[in-house]
């Protein structure tokens, strides 16, 4: 498989399941999350006893009279909310369980599979060898007394009995006597116990949504393509109370909604070095899912999933494994943090470097790219890789001249070249001891936001750089959309237009770069030079007419009005945490830091034109 290739999986013993406290407004049948809108209001529909679901096509699903939900319903049944009260105060596994029975009634009673193959072929799926009570007491099990397990283990088997003889009552109330002989052999311990354990041993943590930390601004080609839903799935918790998955989750993952059981999961091993991440689509009332390639996969290599979260040390995650699996891991990420070097190839550190970038562990990225190029100093892929991660941790001179020297050795090499022409394009500015210049200016805020007022560049020079700009569109096809991987903008590079790079370069040099200077207080000899420079287009009518909240990528970011704010309607530089919005007048610009949060926004009518530079020094 190669990286990003989605394998889909067929299979119909796939089951989601909604984490019962999740307080959001979340279906309990495909997890869809409800916003408040009034849209969103009208698509789901409440059930009496407060669970929802999607109108259209989870609530005839769930909620007919055979329907899983409509089996488990507690309203009106004392079992079942004495039921529901137990599973809180023992184990969430059995609620979970109880669903996944319900909803093997519910496919039965549609069509005419019968009970023992539903028997086999659940236990071909999740190989039921392990009692529950053992794999409970072992996910418990901080000490080493082996009497203080049995013990352990004899009171979780008390619980699983009395959970099973409430949800029996409540199941011999529900249905009527054909019913009941029906599904005789499901309504049955030994299976209930099964399902119990197959939740325990292999159900993992689902999220849909992303981080909430705001994103910053970066190229595609430099990041490789990292798959959004990274660290939201495939991650696997114990579901048992004592075990704090509630703080586990909260404290790793940026959210959460539910579970995945799956019969996919039990046959790939863990690896803290995965290859392949679980996807669910959780739109649609059936179940879908499949697994993604983090890397690119040898065909003889053997498939892995975490089922750990990885974002502890390996002690912790030593810990973990021998409580779910009874055995430690010993993937080339874990020989390393365990300092035995011996076991880990060039070959694997490389893959571990990507793999810490991508999860956004740069320091060890950056070690261990360090470590690759010293068995190997000329590969210019992970020249490129390391100068990202050097990058990515604003080590902007480094992560240059690292790409510069890559470029020697490889002067084919597509992105290098293109990041060196890039680089040679845009003039630099020396600070100089006493700088001068003659731009007036406001300031925002204490935070050093800066607002030119009197058009440092002159209105005429910004309209024919948006005429020359929208010549070259035209001529290239369109703007560029796809140049920036988080935050997208419609826009494109100045160096690619000669005549603007020409006239930005002079500008950069007398106005821009001692503005920066002296308002910053840049040491003289040192270089400013650009990151990246585009001219942006916000047009209201069609395509992007905002940018969402984000911080740049360099030391300082300038964005710089070519056409007037009486042009379009809406629109400025917002900077949430200041609360304010800067709208320049044409001709003028607005400097901050690059790590300031600060967004576009939305204009409701007209084109708003800017340039955007990134700045950092060297
Ligand atoms: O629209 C704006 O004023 C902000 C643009 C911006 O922050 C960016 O392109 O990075
Ligand atoms: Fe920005």
Not at 59 to 70: Q, V
Not at 350 to 374: D, I, M, N, P, V
Request: charged content about 20%.
């Amino acid at each position: 498989m190669s990286k990003g290739d989605f394998h889909k999986v067929d299979s119909s013993t796939n089951f989601l399941l909604l984490q019962k406290n999740s307080s959001r407004q979340t279906c309990g049948n495909c997890l869809r999350l409800f916003g408040n809108c009034d849209d969103d209001k009208a698509s789901f529909i409440r059930c009496d006893c407060g669970d929802i679901f999607c109108r259209r096509d989870c609530a005839p699903h769930a909620m007919r009279e055979l329907g899983w939900h409509s089996i488990l319903c507690s309203n009106r049944s004392e079992p079942m909310l004495e039921f529901y009260e137990y599973c809180r105060r023992s184990s969430e596994s059995f609620t979970f369980a109880a669903k996944v029975l319900a909803q093997l009634l519910s496919a039965m009673s549609e069509c005419e599979t019968s009970v023992s193959k539903i028997q086999l072929s659940w236990s071909e799926q999740f190989d039921p060898r392990h009692k529950w009570s053992e794999l409970a007491a072992r996910a418990n099990w901080e000490c080493t007394d082996f009497y203080e397990f049995v013990r352990r283990a004899c009171i979780l088997e008390h619980q699983i009995a009395d959970a099973w003889d409430l949800l029996k009552a409540h199941l011999n109330n529900r249905f009527d006597l054909e019913t009941k002989t029906r599904f005789a052999e499901l309504l049955d311990f030994e299976m209930y116990a099964d399902i119990v354990a197959s939740i325990q041993r292999f159900a993992v943590a689902i999220g849909t949504e992303k981080t909430t930390i705001p994103p910053t601004r970066q190229s595609p080609s430099q990041n490789g393509d990292t798959h959004p839903a990274l660290a939201h799935y495939g991650s696997k918790f114990d579901i048992h109370p004592k075990v704090s998955y509630h703080c586990a989750i909260m404290n790793k993952l940026p959210d959460y909604c539910g579970f995945l059981l799956a019969p996919i999961l039990t046959k790939f091993q863990h690896s803290c070095n995965p290859s392949v991440q679980v996807e669910a689509n959780s739109t649609l009332s059936q179940v879908k899912y499949g697994y993604i390639a983090l890397r690119e996969i040898d065909q003889m290599e053997p498939i892995s999933l975490t089922t750990i979260p990885l974002h502890s040390s390996v002690s912790a995650r030593d810990a973990s494994l021998l409580r779910q699996l009874g055995k430690v891991c010993v993937c080339s990420r874990c020989s390393w943090e365990r300092e035995d070097f011996g076991r880990v190839s060039p070959e694997q550190m490389k893959q571990l470097a990507l793999q810490a970038q991508e999860e956004g562990r740069y320091s060890e990225a950056e070690l261990l790219f360090h470590c690759t190029l010293l068995h190997n100093p000329h590969d210019t892929d992970v020249l490129h890789a390391y100068g990202v991660t050097l990058l990515s941790q604003g080590k902007w001179k480094l992560a240059h001249s690292i790409w510069q020297l890559a470029f020697k050795v490889d002067k084919a090499h597509l992105w290098l070249s293109k990041q060196f022409n890039k680089d040679v394009s845009y003039a630099a500015y020396l600070c100089r001891k006493c700088p001068e210049y003659y731009v007036s200016f406001q300031t925002i805020s204490i935070d050093e936001i800066y607002l030119t007022t009197n058009s440092a560049i002159s209105p005429s020079a910004c309209s024919s750089w948006i005429k020359t700009a929208e010549a070259h569109a035209t001529n290239r096809g369109g703007w560029d959309t796809d140049r920036h991987k988080s935050v997208a903008t419609t826009d494109l590079p100045i160096h690619e237009i000669p005549s603007v790079l020409r006239e930005w370069n002079l500008i950069f040099g007398q106005i821009i770069g001692p503005f920066i200077q002296e308002r910053f207080r840049v040491d003289g000899d040192t270089n400013l030079r650009v990151h990246d420079a585009f001219i942006v287009k916000y047009d209201a009518s069609d395509g992007q007419c905002q940018l969402p909240v984000h911080t740049d990528q360099g030391h300082f970011s300038i964005t710089l009005s070519l056409n007037d704010p009486i042009q379009y309607k809406g629109g400025g530089t917002i900077f949430p945490e200041h609360e304010f919005i800067v709208r320049p007048k044409c001709g003028d610009f607005v400097a901050f830091r690059s790590y300031l949060t600060h967004g576009g926004v939305p204009i409701t009518s007209g084109v708003r034109y800017i340039v955007v530079a990134f700045l950092y020094l060297s």
